[in-house]
Nanobody, 131 residues
Framework: QVHLVQSGGGSVEAGTSLTLSCAVSKIPADEVCLGWFRQTPGKRREGLAT???????????????RGTNGRFTISQEDTGNTLSLLTLQVDNVKPEDTSRYFC?????????????????WGQGIQVNVSS
């Protein structure tokens, strides 16, 4: 059974850095795409970044990549035979980053931050940024 368990989040001050984690139980497939998303009340879930089975990374155009002065960094490491740790670092957080953040997973080669294509989800974790 697939489990995604999130940690991190909470209340942070603008200008600081934030790290969110997601422990992912191994999905029985060769091609797995993991991603980070966020959602505020009344709005659709917004894709932030994905990392594919081959380590390829894609950031949504709204957040850019870290190498292009982006503030979001996605990473993944295998922590055991059955677990993987997915991480999202957000630098220089802003009040508009206040949202509920979700990690997600899907099976297949296609890997982009489109929430509609993901079927496995973490429980979500709230981040509140104060100015």
């Amino acid at each position: 059974q697939v489990h995604l368990v999130q940690s991190g989040g909470g209340s942070v001050e603008a200008g600081t850095s934030l790290t969110l984690s997601c422990a992912v139980s191994k999905i029985p497939a060769d091609e797995v795409c993991l991603g980070w998303f966020r959602q505020t009340p009344g709005k659709r879930r917004e894709g932030l970044a994905t990392i594919g089975h081959d380590g390829s990374i894609k950031y949504d155009d709204s957040v850019n990549g870290r190498g292009t002065n982006g503030r979001f960094t996605i990473s993944q490491e295998d922590t055991g035979n059955t677990l993987s740790l997915l991480t999202l670092q957000v630098d220089n957080v802003k009040p508009e980053d206040t949202s509920r953040y979700f990690c997600g997973a899907r099976v297949g080669l296609w890997c982009r931050p489109d929430a509609e294509k993901f079927i496995y989800w973490g429980q979500g974790i709230q981040v509140n940024v104060s100015s």
